[in-house]
């Protein structure tokens, strides 16, 4: 009643002091920070297992089909998905609310542990990663339309790059469409004449430093995938590299192949209506806003 009575005696102060608090409140609602994903710990973690060269069906019965038999008796285990790709087994661990994530993640890596020795060779150890809500994609951007699939995939690593620069974004990452690739295609008959192996010359390809990022070699049915970094920006310069001498003359790769641009195999396909897509995810930062760089990211 003390209040009441204070509040009827002094109005004018009575209503000071509320428009005080109105006027406060206001100025801390409009400096929350709202997040679409707020930063809480989800009770799943990821197992992934890289196995280089092997198809999805190897990387399934050989590495995936294993760790799930290993890991599939923990506590609290909910649920299992996981997805058997070219060079990578991906597994996600679903777990009951409440379950102590910090000690699920060392139970999984002590399983592990037992099971690394049973792993194909070339596989690579598990690596065990707690899944938060910052791992969530911020955006995602599907690129489509009437033009060449190499044009559309270029386009998308394009504005890739210009989003990588947006702040607060973590990583742009491609997904789908056709990914350009340098081929060199040899005649096989030169090559012989000319005294050079293929094996010799992927090696002598790889040692001159070229710069696209993965190539293939193929004659007579074989492919040899080779990684290219350097300073060469197309196929008439890759050309013109020397890969071998007859007497004085020198031979250069142009002599003996065919080098264009062509299409890597495709080992993800994504769709946007029934017609095929690029897609950009965007991921941010753990510190960063999701409302403000989705907004960024727009722009």
């Not at 930062?285 to 989705?294: C, I, K, L, S």
């Amino acid at each position: 009643m003390r209040l009441t009575d204070t509040s009827i005696r002094r109005p004018v102060t009575t209503i000071l002091v509320s428009l005080v608090l109105i006027i406060f409140g206001l100025v801390g609602v409009s400096r929350m920070p709202v997040d679409v994903f707020p930063q809480v710990t989800l009770p799943s973690v990821i197992i992934v297992t890289t196995y280089p060269g092997a198809g999805p069906l190897e990387v399934e019965s050989e590495v995936t089909r294993l760790i799930e038999q290993r890991v599939g008796t923990i506590s609290n285990l909910k649920d299992i998905t996981s997805r058997s790709l070219e060079n990578i087994s991906i597994i996600q661990l679903q777990f009951a609310w409440g379950t102590n994530l910090d000690a699920v993640a060392a139970d999984v890596r002590d399983r592990l542990d037992m099971a690394v020795a049973q792993l194909p060779d070339g596989a690579s150890r598990p690596f065990v990663l707690k899944l938060d809500a910052s791992m969530m994609p911020v955006l995602q951007i599907g690129l489509y339309g009437n033009i060449d699939p190499l044009t559309l995939r270029d386009a998308a690593d394009d504005l890739a790059d210009a989003l990588q620069r947006v702040p607060g974004v973590a990583s742009a990452m491609v997904g789908g469409g056709t990914k350009r690739q340098l081929q060199i295609r040899i005649d096989l008959q030169k090559l012989t004449a000319a005294g050079i192996s293929v094996d010799l010359l992927a090696q002598t390809l790889k040692a001159q430093n070229l710069n696209f990022p993965s190539g293939t070699v193929s004659a007579d049915g074989r492919e040899y995938l080779i990684r290219l970094i350097g300073e060469y920006q197309d196929p008439a310069d890759v050309g013109n590299t020397l890969v071998g001498m007859k007497g004085n003359a020198p031979i250069l790769l142009r002599d003996i192949a065919q080098v264009e641009w062509g299409a890597e195999e495709k080992t993800t396909i994504a769709r946007y209506n029934g017609g095929s897509t690029v897609f950009v995810v965007i991921q941010r930062r753990p510190d960063a806003n999701t409302v403000r760089v989705a907004s960024a990211a727009r722009r």
